[in-house]
């Protein structure tokens, strides 16, 4: 028995060496250099966030096509003048016959008939300017700016509602990692208390005090701490990922966080439940729905007609003479200058009115199915509501449970100190066994990674109140 306890005890001193691998041994140099390196505070995360995120930037591009499009409706409000110059060369053969140009292009020469095909061509050219006011619309025009104006207000909710998310986002990520990495602490510290008993005890087998059997427990709890230990690692290693890409980081280094969060807890000024109302996805979705109204008066407004004020100024030049005749075909010239100079003008001004009378049929079901929509969006308003009602009910309910824990952690890590150096002592004596040791070693392990839990469970509450709530600031003022 002696022999075999002297092979599986051999060099006992330096077995916690031996069981720390490769990776743990990154993870404590990783440590070291970021000791120094000044911590990320939470605010300078949520900015450098807020700053290079791209969904954030993508919701501020659509903004901008918004107030493009929105600067174009005012634009609508400006005549339409196009200015036409054109010079070609053909030939003029007419003929009579019947000719509707739908869908087709044709060529607008004009000249005589004749007999047979004549292949006389001259130089041409028109020169047009055409004018085209919409004075009038009937509303139609002011339906329309209104409604690229509730669009930007949509876009501009929606991008708040997108900033608003995305620091809660960072801030729980930024909670998250803070407690993964002290949780790798505690699972230091509990690698730590494991590797002091199994020295003790692989010396008091050694030297006969123990059964064997001792040293397999602690053999059994060395493990048991290093597979917490490297869960730990790899946990925090998760979450350190999620932070990193909510920043738009590209560092894979740890991350050095405010510990400042383990020391004090927020001053609650006011727990009343509080209300959703400046919520911005409250506000988002009321936008959504503004839009749908203004869309419905849009469309309403386009069933009626417009009121035009054109006016047409044109000039023509032709290498033909006015008095070309099949009789008479040599009375043309190819000189382009004298083709393109122009010889005739005319000019046509005007008002029109066109209304498709029809279209109120077509209209009536399209403001039917936007009407439609806006109900929808009004049941979404509503679900979104209810939910933000009821978390933020839980989340007042969180804090004071969460503020209930912490009081009482004090009082059980306290407690399994005391039992934990008790058993400790007794058994270095052997005054108690192993097994007792064991549940003294798990209890302050457990009250460690309570009272971290606690801290962090205080800050989380708050900030699922401040993201029900809409009051971002109710957090962030807290933060120090």
Do not use: C
Request: hydrophobic residues 40%; without cysteine; charged residues 15%.
């Amino acid at each position: 028995m002696r022999r075999f306890r002297a092979e599986l005890f051999k060099e006992p001193f330096h077995l916690l060496s031996k069981l720390l691998s490769p990776a743990l041994v990154i993870l404590f140099s990783l440590k070291a250099a970021a000791q120094n390196r000044s911590p990320l505070l939470l605010s300078e995360a949520i900015q450098t966030g807020l700053h290079r995120y791209q969904g954030i930037l993508a919701k501020q591009n659509i903004i901008r096509a918004s107030e493009a499009l929105l600067r174009n409706a005012g634009n609508q409000y400006l005549p339409n003048v196009v200015l036409g110059l054109q010079q070609d060369y053909g030939t003029v053969n007419g003929q009579y016959g019947p000719l509707t140009p739908y869908g087709v292009t044709g060529v607008s020469s004009s000249g005589p008939t004749y007999p047979s095909q004549s292949w006389n061509a001259a130089f041409g050219a028109t020169y047009l300017i055409n004018t085209n006011w919409e004075v009038f619309t009937f509303g139609k025009l002011t339906a329309q700016i209104r409604l690229s104006e509730q669009r930007v207000k949509r876009d501009s909710a929606d991008f708040v509602q997108e900033e608003f998310i995305h620091g809660v986002r960072i801030s729980s990520a930024y909670l998250n990692l803070l407690i993964a990495q002290r949780l790798i602490k505690n699972a230091e510290s509990n690698l730590n208390r494991a590797a002091r008993l199994q020295a003790v005890v692989l010396a008091r087998t050694k030297s006969g005090l123990n059964a064997g059997v001792d040293s397999s427990v602690a053999n059994a709890e060395v493990s048991a701490a290093k597979l917490s230990l490297i869960s730990a690692v790899g946990n925090e290693q998760q979450l350190r990922s999620q932070l990193t890409f909510l920043i738009d980081s590209t560092s894979t280094q740890e991350i050095m966080l405010d510990s400042s969060f383990f020391k004090n807890i927020p001053a609650f000024v006011n727990d009343t439940t509080g209300n959703i109302i400046q919520n911005p996805q409250v506000k988002y979705y009321q936008a959504i729905i503004d839009e749908s109204r203004f869309t419905a008066s849009y469309l309403r407004k386009s069933i009626f007609p417009s009121l035009n004020i054109f006016g047409i100024g044109q000039g023509r030049g032709s290498g033909f003479d006015y008095n070309y005749a099949p009789e008479f075909t040599s009375r043309y010239t190819k000189n382009y200058f004298a083709g393109v100079k122009p010889g005739r003008a005319n000019y046509a001004a005007g008002v029109s009115v066109a209304w498709n009378i029809l279209s109120i049929k077509k209209i009536k079901e399209q403001v039917s199915a936007q009407n439609f929509l806006t109900e929808a969006y009004k049941n979404q308003s509503d679900l979104v509501n209810s939910q933000l009602k009821n978390q933020l009910v839980l989340a007042s309910q969180r804090i004071t449970n969460s503020l209930q824990s912490f009081r009482e952690v004090p009082i059980e890590y306290k407690a399994a100190a005391d039992a934990y150096t008790q058993k400790n002592v007794l058994y270095k004596n052997g005054l108690t066994n192993i097994v007792d040791l064991q549940q003294a070693l798990y209890a302050i392990n457990k009250a460690e990674t309570d009272m971290s839990i606690a801290y962090i469970n205080v800050w989380q509450a708050l900030l699922l109140k401040a993201a029900t709530s809409g009051d971002f600031n109710l957090f962030l003022s807290q933060v120090k």
